[in-house]
């Protein structure tokens, strides 16, 4: 059975700092390709930070390049998401994924930031 459970979201003020985390079973997470995505209110689901099996490639999207870290830990099946500055429009509901493997992805159920003064 594949669990990924997201923690660490909440409120914080504009400029503050959140760790997001995503511990996974079920999968073979030394070799999964890693993702966060995140949907705000009225907008689609969209990448923003995705990190190899070894964690050696990462990329971001642009909105949060400079302000956003992932990494990962495969000693403990977890991925990280360290947000820094944040700003309001990154409020969203974050979502952690195991990237498709033969068509077959996996989604976390998710874990809310809110970003407000």
């Known amino acids: 059975q594949v669990q990924l459970v997201e923690s660490g979201g909440g409120s914080v003020q504009p400029g503050g700092s959140l760790r997001l985390s995503c511990a996974a079973s079920?999968?073979?997470?030394?070799?999964?390709?890693m993702g966060w995505y995140r949907q705000a209110p009225g907008k689609q689901r969209e990448l923003v930070a995705r990190?190899?099996?070894?964690?050696?490639?990462?990329n971001y999207a642009d909105s949060v390049k400079g302000r956003f870290t992932i990494s990962r830990d495969n000693a403990r099946n977890t991925v990280y998401l360290q947000m820094n500055s944040l700003k309001p429009e990154d409020t969203a509901v974050y979502y952690c994924?195991?990237?498709?493997?033969?068509?077959?992805?996996?989604w976390g159920q998710g874990t809310q930031v809110t970003v407000s003064s």
């Open positions: 994924k195991r990237e498709p493997v033969n068509g077959n992805a996996y």
């Open positions: 990190i190899s099996s070894g964690g050696g490639n990462t």
């Open positions: 079920g999968i073979a997470f030394s070799i999964a390709v």
